[in-house]
């Protein structure tokens, strides 16, 4: 009998012996839900694929034989405790989708008696997540602690150093420790999931890790921060001022007690490190990246912006330079028209440009209970059917380390708000000092609705200026700031925003 003949016949017993459909198989084995459908026709798959889908069928009988998969949890917050519920409701069709069934058989929190909505009575419970983490009764161990160090890093070392595998959503974890985990995680043999670390519901590590995996990127970019995009969006929808809008979006669950690490950029940052990683296969380098917030933004920048064709968007963007990477966070100027400018209120969005599939944007829910669980579930689903890839998308050892390049060297159009006072040679002298540095302006607005307040509020009278350059470096727009400063002509600081042009 010829191999293709041999093969033929082993996915037809295969799926006699289980009453399976044709599509069934096609879609949970095969990978295309029509491939029996094609094979019965006479198409013959290539020696790799046959080989692929056979190793496919042998892993899944492996992984019935292997009795359930015993899930233990430890955090029972906002995503905990919607995963467990989630898995009490799914579990049938969970089940289904892996072929083995996916239990929660232990979970960890601080609070014993809190009612978090679901049932955990079957569960043993544990008060330490590091007894959890290395206890026999469970298979894989998923951390929803959070902090990043504390509990969640040593539970998370404990299970790795035991080769069982892990799933975490705690990116301010992973962006300091994550190179050290992602090696341990290789010597013990052990996996690491955390695609719910990176914009919550977005399958972006998946789709870097294995769906672009032979692909260059050049550059990524992303509204990452849920908060300060809500908080941006209706500042430029309403007219309102930031302090007003980060009320309502606390109000609105959106922004935390104290929001400092949204506001000011740092949770966009460990994003972005943990990104530029998988992108550039270079270690994870959260301290090197250049971070500004958007507390600085005001309404009448937004109104600006909005006239000349631009949104603001808070942005994390990491590129190639022939200096080394440039990772960095900041209000962004994109244009109006542009895809990443649609993505409004709480949503989230990063798009990949790469060298083949040119640009690609996923966009979705980057935070949230049932979203980000949906993540940490995709994840649970990967290890249980036995995928194996490098956690950092290529071994360790082979991660180059982290060559920043330097923000000065930052080449781009730059919006630039200065409150000159209202004195003969003012506007003349803010033009000479662009000139002498040879910066092009593309625009210079001055009208009377961009007065934002009285920053001198000493009786000086002053005229908010707005100039637009043309593509400059960031050391020579400074170095023409400071001398218009020095000069004693504008009042107050000024706002410098940069220009994307996408
Ligand atoms: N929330 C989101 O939208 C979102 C999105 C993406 C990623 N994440 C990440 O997901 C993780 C969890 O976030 P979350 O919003 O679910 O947090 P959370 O609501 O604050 O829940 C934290 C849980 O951890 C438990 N916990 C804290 N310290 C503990 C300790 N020493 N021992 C045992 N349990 C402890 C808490 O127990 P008690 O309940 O008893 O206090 C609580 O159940 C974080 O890493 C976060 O960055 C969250």
Redesign the pocket.
């Known amino acids: 009998m010829s191999d293709i003949q041999s093969f033929r016949q082993s996915i037809e017993a295969f799926i006699a012996a289980r009453g399976w459909t044709p599509t069934r198989f096609g879609r949970d084995i095969a990978g295309d839900p029509l491939f029996v459908f094609d094979l019965r026709e006479g198409r013959e798959p290539r020696s790799d694929t046959r080989a692929r889908i056979l190793r496919s069928m042998q892993e899944y009988d492996d992984g019935a034989d292997r009795g359930p998969l015993r899930l233990g949890v430890?955090?029972?917050?906002?995503?905990?405790?919607t995963l467990v519920g989630i898995l009490q409701q799914d579990g049938e069709a969970l089940t289904r989708k892996l072929g083995r069934k996916l239990l929660v058989t232990a979970v960890?929190?601080?609070?014993?008696s809190?009612d978090?909505g679901i049932d955990l009575a079957d569960y043993e419970w544990f008060?330490?997540?590091v007894a959890l983490a290395k206890s026999d009764s469970i298979d894989l161990f998923v951390?929803?602690?959070?902090?990043e160090d504390?509990?969640?890093l040593a539970s998370i070392k404990a299970a790795l150093e035991i080769g069982r595998p892990v799933v975490?959503?705690?990116?301010?974890?992973l962006a300091k420790h994550g190179v050290n985990l992602a090696r341990l995680a290789e010597e013990s043999g052990a996996q690491l999931g955390f695609e719910?670390?990176v914009a919550?519901g977005i399958p972006v590590i998946k789709t870097l890790r294995e769906g672009l995996g032979s692909s260059r990127i050049e550059r990524v970019y992303g509204v990452m921060n849920g908060t300060c995009n809500y908080i941006l969006t209706r500042m430029g929808e309403e007219g309102i001022g930031f302090e007003d809008c980060l009320k309502a979006a606390q109000e609105l669950g959106y922004a935390e007690a104290d929001p400092t690490f949204d506001i000011e950029g740092h949770d966009t940052a460990h994003k972005l490190a943990i990104l530029a990683s998988l992108c550039f296969g270079c270690e994870i380098a959260p301290d090197e990246i250049f971070v500004e917030g958007v507390t600085t933004v005001t309404a009448a920048d937004i109104k600006v912006a909005g006239d000349l064709g631009y949104k603001i968007k808070l942005l994390g963007i990491a590129q190639r330079s022939s200096d080394g990477i440039e990772q960095r966070v900041h209000p962004t100027l994109v244009p109006k028209g542009s895809a990443i400018a649609g993505v409004d209120g709480v949503m989230n969005a990063v798009v990949l440009e790469t060298d083949h599939v040119h640009e690609l944007m996923l966009a979705g829910p980057?935070?949230?209970?049932p979203?980000?669980a949906s993540s940490v579930l995709s994840d649970i689903l990967d290890i249980g059917r036995g995928t194996r890839v490098p956690p950092l998308g290529v071994p360790s050892a082979e991660l180059t380390p982290y060559r920043q390049a330097p923000m000065r060297a930052h080449e781009g159009g730059y919006y630039i708000r200065l409150n000159a006072k209202d004195v003969p040679g003012a506007f003349a002298n803010i033009a000479t000092r662009m000139a002498d540095v040879e910066i092009s302006l593309e625009s210079v607005i001055q009208r009377s609705d961009l007065r934002v307040n009285d920053p001198a509020g000493e009786g000086i009278k002053t005229r908010t200026v707005v100039l637009i350059t043309h593509s400059t470096m960031e050391a020579t727009v400074r170095e023409a700031l400071a001398h218009i400063a020095d000069d004693g002509f504008i009042v107050g600081k000024p706002q410098l925003i940069r220009i994307e042009t996408f």
């Open positions: 430890a955090g029972l917050g906002n995503v905990g405790a960890c929190a601080r609070n014993r809190r978090r008060d330490d997540p951390e929803l602690i959070g902090g504390g509990p969640a975490t959503a705690n990116k301010a974890l719910a670390a919550g980057g935070a949230g209970g979203p980000t």
